[in-house]
């Protein structure tokens, strides 16, 4: 006999570094469990687990389970489960890769906002992150279209014309916003955007050339109604640059489907740090390692090695910044060269 339990709103991102939180089921999902084998989640990742735990890296592990649990289904209804991490290490394991062999990379999007109607929310020092964001992801393979200072109206007409295009000859989807944002919404020049809004336009049955292919958001993104605290940097004494710290935005979303990756430039309890003139401390870590592991590295490792890269910096001396990221990928995703 099958039961069928709703989603639980239990997400929780913990305050801290090298902690991986593991959910069965991602909003907008079901979870499904038979009264004589128990869940679906629990049984496919104890059955992962003895078959893997001692070869494979455990988030590679866990993205097997995400796999395996999707596959399978409840009155026509299928479980997706999740799991965000905090680690600053990591392992590859062994292969079980997207196909990543289209003729196109696929379309990348960067909204950057550095202006906005209250211009009390300025965000020096944004546009050399869309610059280095511009260029590595060029540098992948990607067509990357860049938008500034957009309206609401305006962003989401552009996420619309995305999510109705073919991607049926490209390897997957990017979509990267460098903003202030809060309560699961990202700020566009004149209005919040909710971030559910923008990942459900490309979901499975609204965008059906992307199903089963892997869509990355990104978000660089600061609570933009908390005061901000700029340091001097060690710069000329006639220098107009600074560092600025800013509260972390409490944006976490988990999109109600399989293949998505969400990456936040800071988990709650931290401060994020952006340099007046030469960008964020996230974007630019993330930066430097696409240039130069991008083409070989899986790329949840590579954001492992984000995390930890910033968190080893220091602000102020003492004040810490920890990157997050949360996958729903069933396979591991690299960018190798296309041939």
Sequence with gaps: MMAEDSDAKSYTIPAGADF?????????????????CRSFYIQKLCET????ATTMEFTKLLTLVNLKVSQCNINMKN??????????????????????????????????HE??????????????????????????????????????????????????????????FVCIFLSHGDEGEIEAYDKKIQIKKI???FRGDECKSL??????FIFQACAGDKSEDPVTGMMAEDSDEEEVMEEAANIYTIPAGADFLMCYSVAPGFKAFRHTETGSFYIQDLCKLLQVDGSTMEFTELLTQVN?????????TFKKQMPCFTSLLTKNLYFRPKK
Excluded: W
Excluded at 20 to 36: I, M
Excluded at 211 to 216: L, R, S, Y
């Design 79 to 112: 479980e997706m489960p999740c799991f965000t991490s905090m680690l600053s290490f990591s392992k590859t394991g062994p292969p079980m890769e997207y196909q990543m062999n289209h003729d196109r990379r696929g379309l990348a999007l960067i909204f950057n």
């Design 211 to 216: 199903i089963g292919k892997p869509k990355i």
């Design 115 to 172: 202006d906005f109607a209250n211009p009390d929310k300025k965000r020096r020092g944004t546009n050399k992150d869309r610059d280095i964001l511009r260029d590595s992801f060029q540098d992948l393979g990607f067509e990357v279209r860049c938008h500034d200072n957009k309206k609401k109206a305006e962003v989401l007409e552009e996420i619309s014309k995305a999510a109705a295009a073919n991607h049926a000859d490209a390897d997957c």
């Design 20 to 36: 991986l939180v593991c959910y069965s089921v991602a909003p907008g999902s079901h979870s499904s469990q038979d009264v004589e």
């Design 308 to 316: 930890l890269a910033v968190s080893r910096r220091t602000f102020n």
């Design 49 to 52: 687990l003895k078959e893997h």
């Design 199 to 201: 990942t459900d336009a």
